[in-house]
């Protein structure tokens, strides 16, 4: 979608920033007021969060890919391990590690 029309609106709570698309398409993001927050701004905020919205949250990470995928390396990584005594997991497990200084 070509953004052919930007319009700010101010409201109670902030600022709704509207991005038009060619046609009758269009994304608005509701700004809520912060310090720092004006009409001249809002647009570069309104953009910044669309750009943190549509990127994956966890980069590379296990849950950030397409569950076939994951379904394939875990046969892959089965069929690699066999025969084993304990199966391959595709996910990650940690122990969170105790704190050195809890308790002193």
Excluded: C
């Excluded at 994956?56 to 875990?74: I, N, V």
Aim: proline share 8%; no cysteine.
């Amino acid at each position: 979608m070509a953004l052919s029309d930007i319009t700010v609106y101010q409201t109670e709570d902030g600022y709704v920033v509207e991005f038009g698309g060619d046609g009758e398409d269009s994304i608005a993001v509701t700004l809520r007021s912060t310090p720092g927050l004006a009409q001249e701004n809002a647009v570069s905020r309104a953009k910044a969060l669309l750009a943190t919205a549509i990127e994956p949250a966890h980069g590379d990470g296990p849950r950030s890919k397409d569950p076939a995928l994951l379904e394939e390396e875990l046969e892959e990584g089965l069929e690699d391990s066999f025969p084993a005594s304990d199966p391959v997991s595709v996910t990650v497990s940690s122990i969170p590690m105790r704190d050195p200084n809890a308790g002193h």
